[in-house]
């Protein structure tokens, strides 16, 4: 085998794992602060901390491809989908079908958004519908995981934070081979 080939690859793989691991976080802090939300718990504002923390990471991560800029304009976004879940997620606390209709409307539109920045990075590799299609399909699987833990449905809740998972991995192997094939120079 040639020893560059498997540096390469051995540099794709990693970028994939350290991809995985960003948004893995996201789900897990995600998770924590539904759980203590809906608990009351004491630890809610130490893990809504943790999750913005998560979304800088994941902005810091495409830097070196997509330039400063690119990522402070992600990790702008990425804040905007975590404090529009947070405020979805009140909302349903508190039986507000009102506040629970206009966030979640907001919440959306940013994923849409958010989309809409990706697939402008990297049109070719993450097209704008595709990007549309894996943020609403974790939005919907988010607030299943939520309504679940709020009704204190325990099995659903589970089976919604695996589906959750399972989500995410793909979406972050999706971002990760976007972004090496993107720049294959960089592996």
Do not use: C
Not at 12 to 38: C, N, Y
Not at 42 to 66: C, H, T, W
């Amino acid at each position: 085998m040639n020893t560059a080939t498997m540096n390469i690859t051995e540099k794709q793989t990693g970028f994939q794992k350290a991809m995985r691991k960003l948004w893995e976080d996201h789900i897990i802090w995600t998770r924590q602060v539904i759980v203590s939300a809906a608990a009351g718990l004491p630890d809610l504002s130490f893990a809504v901390e943790r999750l913005m923390q998560n979304q800088v990471d994941i902005g810091n991560a495409v830097k070196p491809f997509y330039g400063d800029a690119g990522g402070d304009a992600l990790i702008k976004l990425l804040k905007e989908h975590i404090s529009g879940a947070y405020e979805v997620l009140l909302a349903a606390k508190a039986g507000n079908n009102t506040k629970l209709e206009a966030a979640s409307k907001a919440w959306y539109k940013n994923a849409d958004d958010i989309a809409v920045f990706l697939a402008g990075a990297n049109p070719q590799f993450w097209p704008a519908k595709e990007m549309k299609a894996h943020m609403k399909e974790h939005l919907d699987l988010t607030l299943a995981e939520a309504v679940a833990r709020l009704h204190g449905k325990w099995a659903d809740d589970i089976a919604a934070y695996e589906k959750v998972h399972m989500q995410i991995l793909g979406m972050a192997d999706m971002l990760a081979n976007g972004i090496i094939s993107q720049f294959p120079k960089k592996f």
